[in-house]
């Protein structure tokens, strides 16, 4: 336990699966993923999306294989992409043979609508020749009409039964290297079937609210649905799904693990929402910063606020902080390391963070590569 054991999340303990070269589950970080939207048939496009959403800090992708012309292409993908690919296959079994053929790392399948359990048993035996982890995915739209009739509508005791079905047609084909999710647009139903899909089996579980929305109400719903679980120590991947470009599902994700202190990547700016008191203009500034230090993958936090009731305060817990001197005043405080430093004028202040930031990121950097030699 932590010495502040409020913060404290424990991990549901599950056994680990590899996406390529990526870990999943066990002790390994919690993996944040996209999807590209791109004709997959169009082979450099995909690959151009998929550049600017490893970019973004993701994980792993997952690329969409609905006929003959995306599985051909998926083989230069799969060449030119800097992160493993998640093919994902509805319908059509055959696609996810010619997948694992073309190289992807993980096949992604849904038990409503892949077909027979024959033909799961070939996809299976696909994956078993060319290295592939595969993940079962449930979705609330798209549950198998035999449970439906079950239970009248999608609930959290179908999908969990959906998902548990298909999980032993992988395990009686003697397959173990697997992930579940069962999303929903419902984060109510989203939660619940997680939660008691945890309790039932021990692989890694992707987490998702789907066809969450827009880039707005769906990152709340995610934030809410997904934080709610990834506080009660589930899920060891997510993808936050958006109507919007899948570079803003990254940010979103990390954005979500950084809330929870579960994963750091790039600058965590605090910032007030400004009033009165300001002693200078706290959003312009703020929206400025963030679009200039979007190129820092360095962890660290950056406190932005307005005036001195709660500046310094902020600016003791981050690694550089800037306090506003109060209406009317032109220059305010620069904290380091917690420390009252220097002052600035207002008119310097975005360079100058922008100066402090990147300075501190190399030094860092630097830090974490000498504690590196010294531990070989």
């Known amino acids: 336990m932590s010495v502040r054991p409020w913060r404290d999340i424990e991990r549901r303990k599950c056994r680990q699966i590899m996406v390529g070269d990526v870990p999943i589950g066990g002790d390994a970080p919690i993996a944040v993923q996209s999807m590209t939207n791109t004709l997959t048939s169009d082979a450099g496009a995909t690959i151009r999306q998929i550049n600017e959403i490893a970019e973004a800090g993701a994980d792993v992708v997952r690329v969409s294989c609905p006929d003959v012309d995306s599985t051909k292409a998926l083989k230069e993908i799969v060449k030119g992409s800097p992160i493993p690919i998640i093919a994902d296959i509805h319908f059509h079994y055959k696609r996810g043979i010619e997948a694992a053929e073309a190289g992807a790392a993980c096949l992604r399948i849904n038990p409503g609508n892949i077909g027979a359990e024959t033909r799961v048993r070939e996809v299976i035996q696909a994956a078993k020749d060319h290295g592939c982890s595969m993940r079962i995915g449930v979705n609330g739209g798209s549950l198998e009409k035999d449970l439906l009739e079950k239970y009248g509508e999608p609930c959290p005791e179908a999908m969990v039964e959906s998902a548990l079905d298909h999980a032993k047609i992988l395990q009686d084909n003697d ?104 002693g200078f203009n706290v959003i312009e500034t703020v929206e400025i910063l963030e679009e200039r230090l979007a190129h820092i993958t360095t962890p660290m936090t950056l406190s932005v606020i307005g005036c001195v009731v709660n500046g310094p305060g902020e600016a003791r817990e981050t690694d550089i902080g800037f306090t506003g001197g109060g209406a009317g005043k032109e220059h305010g405080m620069v904290y380091l390391g917690g420390e009252v430093d220097h002052r600035i004028d207002n008119s310097e202040l975005v360079d100058h963070l922008v100066e402090l930031v990147e300075k501190r990121a190399a030094e860092i950097e630097a830090e974490e590569a000498k504690q590196s030699v010294a531990a070989e």
């Open 175 to 278: 397959f173990h290297e697997f992930k579940i999710s069962v999303k929903a647009s419902d984060v109510f139903l989203t939660v619940a079937a997680y939660h008691a899909l945890a309790e039932a089996i021990d692989c890694p579980l992707h987490l998702g609210v789907t066809e969450a929305g827009g880039l707005r109400i769906g990152s709340i719903k995610s934030a809410i649905g997904l934080g709610n679980l990834l506080w009660a120590g589930i899920g060891d991947t997510i993808r936050v799904s958006l109507s919007a470009d899948p570079v803003e599902e990254v940010k979103a994700g990390f954005d979500i693990l950084k809330s929870l202190n579960l994963r750091h990547r790039g600058v965590n700016v605090i910032s007030c929402p400004s009033c009165a008191r300001q």
